[in-house]
């Protein structure tokens, strides 16, 4: 056998076989954590595999204590019922954290997407250190854990991070709004955790995405545009159900689109990025308001233009004008199906609507346009949380067996 397949020396039925079981597992296990409970009858149906094959199959799921088998309802028909089978949330957990510019948030999800317990802390908008940030992490993670169930095991750690990671080695290269470059977080972090479970560290914007392509308002939606919207500006970019990262991981930049020759100065060193005519502070400003103002800010000026103030409709009149003139470009580009808009462009939304389709409209091509849907997050800040779990949980899906196997000889 040539050493390029990467496989020890065994026969090659004995690989294809090895292969094959691994990727069942993973199938159904996926099933389970994506579609919900399901019984043999009906993994039968979904997969195309033998009842037989389902059967061992669940057997070993459930020896690696991924899933449980609960007796079915009787339905009056004749014959035993199929047992149903179940993920054990309480007892595989993900922790998923979100380092957004102003807070961090940490939730338990279970597997099945289940959120156990969540904990959210504010902090304030003045570039918090590295340092700083692991310390709160740490205490939150150990705050979300004393209210898990006693018999638990954590199977991964999602972090993410308002900035552009190098997927690779979990890094975060430059987080303008964090005022961080070059930063080994996966590592820095794991360790603070003491290496409880891997780390896995992504753009927040591209975990949002995640989220809402498995749990929110994309299922089923092959190509996806998730953009998301806070000080800064991310997108997440989905194409045939596949998620788009680029060569170094970093592909969804939007917000460093450059739209405006003679804008405002950016954090990231260029000026006239879309991120300076659509994120909060460029809102806040027009509105007379102070750039820094955050989430409260926003809040009221929202108020502001139910009441028909004059200047808070104005300002949101340009937030329209700029985001649909990014928006068009971007769907010229990308051809998405689906244009998912989260954090301060789902606030904003109902009161931008007809004025940034208009724009959209004008600017982009029509066969582009004509068969787009432009929709609001049905997640809602929880898409963050949500999708960092997924971040968590994906190398349990992908090789069930290899992954419990590995996290047998870890503190957990």
Request: glycine share 14%.
């Amino acid at each position: 056998m040539s050493s390029r397949t990467g496989f020890a020396a065994t026969s090659s039925t004995g690989v294809r076989s090895e292969t094959v079981r691994s990727a069942n597992l993973s199938m159904l296990l996926r099933e389970l954590h994506f579609r919900g409970a399901a019984s043999r009858s009906e993994l039968v149906s979904r997969t195309g595999l033998t009842r037989s094959s389902v059967g061992a199959l669940i057997g070993e799921l459930v020896k690696l204590g991924l899933v449980v088998e609960m007796p079915a309802a009787s339905d009056g028909s004749r014959g035993r019922p199929s047992p149903v089978a179940i993920v054990r949330s309480a007892e595989n957990v993900a922790i998923a954290v979100d380092v957004s510019v102003d807070s961090i948030g940490v939730a338990a999800v279970g597997l099945g997407g289940v959120v156990l317990t969540v904990e959210r802390i504010e902090r304030a908008r003045d570039r918090v250190s590295v340092d700083a940030t692991i310390a709160d992490i740490v205490a939150t993670v150990g705050m979300v854990r004393a209210r898990l169930a006693q018999q638990y095991r954590i199977l991964g750690i999602g972090v993410a991070v308002v900035g552009l990671v190098q997927r690779s080695d979990n890094s975060v290269a430059i987080a303008p709004n964090l005022g961080w470059r070059d930063v080994r977080f996966g590592d820095r972090l794991g360790a603070a955790l003491g290496h409880a479970a891997p780390v896995c560290v992504a753009n927040d914007a591209d975990v949002a995405a995640l989220a809402e392509i498995h749990r929110g308002v994309a299922v089923g939606v092959d190509d996806v545009l998730y953009v998301w919207g806070e000080v800064g500006v991310g997108g997440g970019l989905i194409s045939k159900g596949e998620m788009i990262t680029g060569a170094s991981g970093f592909a969804g930049e939007i917000g460093h689109l450059p739209v405006n020759p003679l804008g405002r100065a950016c954090q990231c060193g260029s000026r006239g990025c879309w991120e300076t005519e659509v994120g909060e502070g460029a809102l806040l400003q027009r509105a007379g308001r102070s750039r820094d103002g955050g989430r409260e800010a926003v809040d009221a000026l929202l108020d502001d233009a139910l009441g028909g103030v004059a200047l808070a409709v104005a300002a949101l009149n340009e937030e329209a004008t700029w985001l649909g003139f990014g928006l068009a470009g971007l769907i010229n580009v990308l051809n998405p199906s689906m244009v998912v808009l989260g954090g301060l462009f789902d606030a904003v939304y109902p009161f931008v609507e007809g004025r940034l389709l208009d724009e959209i409209k004008r600017r982009a091509l029509a066969s582009s346009f004509a068969n787009l849907v432009i929709v609001r997050t049905a997640l809602g800040e929880d898409a963050l949380l949500l999708g960092a779990g997924e971040l968590a949980f994906e190398q349990v899906l992908a090789d069930p067996l290899g992954a419990i196997r590995a996290l047998t000889g870890s503190a957990l």
